[in-house]
Nanobody, 128 residues
Framework: QVQLVESGGGAVQPGGSLRLSCAAS???????????MSWYRQTPGNERELVAS???????NYADFVKGRFTISRDNAKHTIYLHMNNLKREDTAIYSC???????????????????WGQGTQVTVST
């Protein structure tokens, strides 16, 4: 199993910035590699939506509503991704969650695949 822990959320005024972090760790053994890592967000009454994703080769993908304002980055050695959020808007208020796809981790002598892992989420609030 793989655990994802987000940090960096908080309250900020419109136009402000925040940086979110998501660190992945293996519960039963160290992580070997992770394919795609992503940030999603969700507001009450709405479905979770993709914000940005990045794969092991640093190929990035952004939702249209954050292009030019958010930047996703990744430290493969630390199995950590970041989301740099600039020019935040009130509509960016949401719970931001980290997701990992195809996380290979050691369990004893075996390499196992955690296909779909989620973090608990971190609240981002943009208001005056």
């Amino acid at each position: 199993q793989v655990q994802l822990v987000e940090s960096g959320g908080g309250a900020v005024q419109p136009g402000g910035s925040l940086r979110l972090s998501c660190a992945a760790s293996g519960i039963s053994g160290r992580i070997f590699s992770i394919d795609v890592m992503s940030w999603y967000r969700q507001t009450p009454g709405n479905e979770r939506e993709l914000v940005a994703s990045i794969n092991g080769e640093a190929v990035k993908n952004y939702a249209d509503f954050v292009k030019g304002r958010f930047t996703i980055s990744r430290d493969n050695a630390k199995h950590t991704i970041y989301l740099h959020m600039n020019n935040l808007k009130r509509e960016d208020t949401a719970i931001y969650s980290c997701h990992a796809n195809n996380a290979l981790y050691y369990s004893g002598d075996f390499l196992r695949n955690a296909y779909d892992s989620w973090g608990q989420g971190t609240q981002v609030t943009v208001s005056t």
